[in-house]
């Protein structure tokens, strides 16, 4: 009995055990797994035909010995998916060695084999200029979000042409076996919506056609197809809304609607106009100023005056202004803080600019930024502040304007950058570099030259030290040669504005030009020049500079006509000029290439023979006077003068014809032959040219666009034989029309003069004239 019960305890036992044992190997696995991550032994990438297996196992973050881990699993498809080659991507593991080897299935989106665009008949574009406007590309992958972009961008191309109503859509044909697919856009066109009327409703203090000029939109007509725009008419409300606010009509409200006509393609635009108050300015107080007078910031306030309109914008004017006026006198660290208040007992609004002037800022260092081919030295010596002097506006100014004289630089501008010491800040000079240096070839055709054709290589920032780039010291080379059909030239030219780092210009001109007989350009002869001329300047003020120059030329006058008098015909020779020249010239212009505003004043005194040798002796002073007034707009007003007076002395008994002055034509009084005005030989009606002459313009210049500006002007000038016959017998007059259009190859200047007198030699009253000229500097 006690035999069979401990053969029963025992076999209990055991199956005890061995069902623990059983019920908990699995736990003790699974548990194991979850919380020891397996190694990536191996990665396999399924489905992929185009794209190389390399491309896509370079964009996971998964490798080959490192754990397995869910996200970032997770997060690999995301990158594949970004990489949009695959309509279809997965990812699954199976035992692999001691870890997991993962398998990448990817299907692949078809390959893009042709695009069509399908019904695109009123908006013409080249097929070829389609395609590159579109995100999907041919030989690309297809993908559906840059099919959904390509939709809006054939749908925007139709709403900016009027086309709004048109209706776009796609198809795709698919070619399982090659993988690949045929894109079609399907446009089903709708008619042109065009602006009927343009409907202004609420306004009471200025008409319709007022608020009608401030805004882009326009109603169809003749000149203007009246597409609606939604950008443009979005911001034509917000100039309708400045203007009021500009005006004194602080609460002004503007809105529109856009409604359709029922049966025709019209649109018509109402534009809901609240004026509200209009608003003036009241007392206009200032406070906690001591550095300038009440009087003096007063000066200074454009806009918000008393009992004048009140307007936020103008009083954001004033504060600009009143900093300057700070800024000007170095107090840069000074602040105005303005406040306003209506006035219950005037219904005015008063204004109050609290003064915080601070102290005086100084120049700790100056930076240069920007340039790359231009020293910090060129740069450097046009600037009129140094360390240690308090900031100046005014220096500031003309040492931009100086930058921007020089030609090398697109943009200029000026910051400042704090420092350890309060009151002091470093100047930071920004500049964007232009290109200096050009070759250029080209043609033309002007009323002096006929038809001209030029090749030219010049460098304005050129560097003789700097082999092989040869740019960035400020000199400047040119080498030009040009071949007309009555005249040529060559010219070498160079210029070194700082001599040995002194502020000396030193340069010099080698040349030879020639001009056939032309009666009709004014030339009776046939004319050859030789020379060349060394030149020395110096800024003896700001604004002043002289410059002293050395010629010699030698000049060969043939080909005059049979017929012509003796007075023509004893020019005929050769002969040889060496002549020194004093000249002055103080230049208060803003901008030297386009100016707007200031001044220039040039006198120059020639003295030819007597101690310098030659074989003609003469003086010559030739002076120029030029002011600009900057008009509405940006255009400007040009009132020149040009004073001419010459006589011979010593050996000679009067100027050589090459020497004397001409007048009429492109570049003096047009309307007019060129070099016609003035003495003429009484046969050949060819000009002589005088010893004195005198010439007056008024030119108004407008910009149309960037580059081309249209022009009025109004000439009037003559030249005598005599000096002492200067401004006798009158003047030959003229007015016209003109453009100026700036290209790569230089100015192209076109006028149309129509003289108010007679040509010389001719019996009735002459026609208007065309006058064209491709110019460029020297």
Not at 12 to 23: C, N
Request: glycine share 8%.
């Amino acid at each position: 009995m006690k035999k069979i019960f401990f053969i029963f305890v025992f076999f209990f036992v055991f199956l005890s055990i061995a069902f623990a044992q059983e019920k908990n190997s699995p736990q003790e696995e699974s548990h194991s797994l979850e919380n020891t991550p397996l190694i990536i032994e191996a990665i396999e990438v399924r489905g992929n035909k185009s794209v190389s297996t390399n491309t896509i196992l370079s964009k996971i973050k998964s490798q080959i010995g490192s754990h397995y881990q869910d996200n970032i699993v997770s997060d690999d498809i995301k990158r594949l998916n970004l990489l949009g080659f695959f309509s279809d991507i997965s990812i699954e593991t199976q035992p692999f060695k001691d870890g997991l080897k993962l398998i990448i299935n990817v299907t692949e989106n078809p390959i893009i084999e042709k695009i069509y665009f399908i019904g695109m008949r009123r908006v013409y574009i080249k097929e070829e200029k389609l395609k590159e406007m579109l995100k999907s590309k041919e030989k690309e992958y297809l993908n559906n979000t840059k099919i959904k972009e390509d939709i809006e961008i054939l749908r925007d191309l139709y709403v900016k042409k009027g086309f709004s109503d048109t209706e776009i859509s796609y198809e795709v044909s698919l070619n399982k076996e090659k993988n690949s697919a045929q894109v079609k856009f399907i446009v089903k066109e709708a008619m042109r919506l065009k602006i009927k009327d343009i409907r202004i409703k609420g306004n009471k203090a200025y008409p319709a056609k007022r608020i009608l000029k401030l805004i882009k939109t326009r109603r169809a007509w003749l000149f203007n197809a009246g597409i609606l725009k939604e950008e443009t008419l979005k911001d034509d409300i917000k100039k309708i809304i400045a203007f009021y606010k500009h005006n004194g009509y602080a609460d002004a409200q503007v809105n529109y609607t856009v409604s359709r006509h029922p049966r025709k393609p019209f649109l018509y635009i109402d534009i809901q106009i609240e004026e509200g108050k209009k608003y003036l300015t009241g007392k206009v107080a200032i406070t906690g100023n001591s550095v300038f007078s009440e009087a003096e910031i007063r000066k200074v306030l454009k806009n918000c005056l008393e009992n004048k309109v009140f307007s936020e914008e103008g009083i954001k004017e004033d504060v600009a202004n009143i900093q300057g006026l700070y800024f000007d006198k170095g107090y840069i660290f000074a602040q105005v803080k303005e406040s306003f208040s209506l006035n219950p007992q005037t219904g005015q609004v008063d204004i109050s600019y609290n003064i915080v002037e601070n102290e005086v800022g100084y120049v700790n260092r100056i930076k240069i930024r920007g340039n790359i081919k231009t020293k910090d030295v060129v740069i450097r010596r046009e600037l009129r502040l140094y360390p240690g002097e308090r900031f100046d506006g005014e220096k500031l100014k003309r040492s931009k304007e100086r930058l921007q004289n020089l030609g090398f630089f697109e943009e200029v501008s000026f910051d400042t950058e704090d420092t350890d010491i309060p009151n002091r800040k470093d100047l930071v000079v920004d500049v964007k570099e232009a290109k200096t240096g050009t070759f250029s070839f080209g043609g033309g055709y002007s009323t002096i030259d006929e038809f001209v054709g030029f090749v030219e290589i010049e460098q304005r920032n050129f560097d003789w030290k700097n082999f092989p780039y040869f740019t960035g010291d400020g000199q400047d080379l040119k080498l030009r040669a040009s071949f007309g059909t009555l005249s040529d030239s060559y010219i070498l030219s160079f210029t070194e504005p700082w001599l040995f780092d002194y502020p000396l210009s030193f340069g010099f001109d080698l040349y030879r030009q020639s001009h056939e007989r032309e009666a009709d350009v004014g030339y009776g002869y046939d004319q050859k020049r030789t020379g060349g001329d060394l030149r020395l300047g110096k800024e003896l003020t700001e604004y002043l500079r002289a410059d002293l120059e050395y010629r010699y030329d030698t000049i060969e006058i043939s080909d005059v006509s049979e017929e012509a008098t003796q007075e023509l015909k004893k020019e005929l020779g050769k002969n040889a000029i060496s002549s020194i020249e004093l000249s002055l010239t103080q230049d208060k212009r803003d901008n030297r290439f386009l100016p707007t505003q200031g001044y220039l004043l040039t006198g120059s005194w020639q003295i030819a023979g007597g101690i310098f040798g030659g074989d003609k002796d003469f003086f010559k002073f030739l002076g120029r006077a030029s002011k600009y007034l900057p008009l509405w707009q940006n255009s400007v007003l040009e009132l020149r003068m040009r004073v001419g007076l010459a006589d011979a002395y010593g050996d000679s008994n009067e100027i050589p014809i090459y020497e004397r002055f001409f007048a009429g034509g492109s570049s003096t009084v047009r309307g007019y032959e060129e070099r016609k005005l003035g003495p003429y030989d009484a046969v050949t009606k060819d000009p002589l040219g005088g010893d004195s002459l005198l010439v007056t313009n008024i030119e108004y210049t407008y910009p149309i666009f960037d580059f081309l500006r249209a022009a009025a002007f109004l000439d009037s000038g003559n030249v005598w034989e005599k000096t002492s016959d200067i401004g006798s017998g009158g003047f030959k007059s003229s007015w016209g029309l003109g453009l100026r259009l700036k290209t790569p190859l230089g100015p192209i200047n076109l006028d149309y003069g129509i003289p108010f007198n007679k040509d010389p030699g001719k019996d009735k009253k002459s026609n208007g004239r065309f006058h064209f000229n491709v110019g460029y500097g020297f």
